[in-house]
């Protein structure tokens, strides 16, 4: 049993979280797509967090998910994976005028989960200030 399967065990009732004090039904009104190495689909929750449930069995595996452009402070994708150290990256791509900028945070399953949880309800990421940039190398 996957550690969404443990959280997320109805069936029949949508899966609501808390955001900002109020139960929300997660839906995906803002057109985003989820993708691991695997598939590239539209990002329905169950779906989505059966694909975080991999990426966090396996640090080989990844999921995105990505807006066709940004709506919110830039932010067009969030991405989380499990590190070698079994620690969940949290890495959101923000659009500026000069490219891209990568922030990075680590964090737990639990947390990450509700972090793509809120961008999938919202396309909105929280607290972006607690994000560290991710340094990139130059060739």
Known sequence: MG???MIFRRKDKPVTITVEGRKTDVTNRF????????RRI????????RMLDEAFQND??????SLEKALYDGVYFVQGARNP???ISVQVGIETDNGTRLVE?????????????HFLDTARVDDIDSYTLVKMCSI
């Not at 057109?31 to 695997?38: L, P, S, V």
């Not at 080989?60 to 998910?65: A, S």
Request: charge should be negative; aromatic fraction near 8%.
């Open 3 to 5: 550690f969404f399967d």
């Open 31 to 38: 057109g985003i797509m989820a993708e691991n190495q695997d």
């Open 42 to 49: 539209p990002a329905e929750l169950n779906a989505a967090m």
């Open 60 to 65: 080989e595996q990844f999921l995105t998910l």
């Open 85 to 87: 150290d079994r620690t």
């Open 105 to 117: 945070r680590i964090t737990d399953e639990v947390t990450c989960a509700k972090i793509m949880m």
